[in-house]
């Protein structure tokens, strides 16, 4: 079983950058590819942001952010990172970290556990 919490959200202009976070616990950590989504407000879906395979040697993004968003890993440290640059108004979500045995899955009906989610807003 796995736990994840995510954090580094938060308020920023149209232009910026954020880094989240998310940190697991569970020994099976490196056996999952860990995945990004979001949540937009009055959205009911979860969209798939990025994701990362086990070893972190292989990445997939989202049309939407393709070039402005960065997934990576940390193994020693239990850590999943998403760097976020030229953030826009339409970034505007509350994020979710999740682990998936599928690697580079981006269905969330495949992911199996997930974090509490944080904050993201993008002012213009």
């Known amino acids: 079983q796995v736990q994840l919490v995510e954090s580094g959200g938060g308020l920023v202009q149209a232009g910026g950058s954020l880094r989240l976070s998310c940190a697991a616990s569970g020994r099976s950590f490196v056996n999952y590819a860990l995945g990004w989504f979001r949540q937009a407000p009055g959205k009911e879906e979860r969209e798939f942001v990025a994701?990362?395979?086990?070893?972190?040697?292989?990445?997939y993004y989202a049309e939407s952010v393709k070039g402005r968003f960065t997934i990576s890993r940390d193994n020693a440290e239990k850590r999943v990172y998403l760097e976020m640059n030229s953030l826009k108004p339409e970034d505007t979500a509350v994020y979710y970290c999740a682990t998936t045995a599928l690697s580079t899955n981006t269905d969330s009906r495949d992911y199996d556990y997930w974090g509490q989610g944080t904050q993201v807003t993008v002012s213009s």
């Open positions: 994701v990362v395979n086990f070893s972190g040697g292989r990445t």
